[in-house]
Nanobody, 114 residues
């Protein structure tokens, strides 16, 4: 059973940084494509960044150059480094194992104040 536990969210001023973590069990991150999604209030859940099992990364246009997805295979943990945060980055952030449709954690709230 895949379990994903996100952490690291919080309240930050515009221009600030946060690093999100996603501790995984039941799935080996180094062998599986993973992603971070964001759900803003009243909106659908959107893909923010992904990393393939080969380490190739993709980003939504809105976060390119500001966010970095990475993983620590030894810790089986996924990360999202978020810099130059803007109010439109506010939302609940979820990590997701792309091969496991039901693999969603509880999410971590990120709030960026202007």
């Amino acid at each position: 059973q895949v379990q994903l536990v996100e952490s690291g969210g919080g309240l930050v001023q515009a221009g600030g940084s946060l690093r999100l973590s996603c501790a995984a069990s039941g799935v080996t991150l180094g062998l599986n494509p993973m992603a971070w999604y964001r759900q803003a209030p009243g909106k659908q859940r959107d893909l923010v960044a992904s990393i393939s099992s080969f380490g190739e990364t993709t980003y939504a246009d809105s976060v390119k150059g500001r966010f970095t997805i990475s993983r620590d295979n030894a810790k089986n943990t996924l990360y999202l480094q978020m810099n130059s945060l803007q109010p439109e980055d506010t939302g609940v952030y979820y990590c997701h194992a792309l091969r496991y449709a039901e693999s969603w954690g509880q999410g971590t709230q990120v709030t960026v104040s202007s």
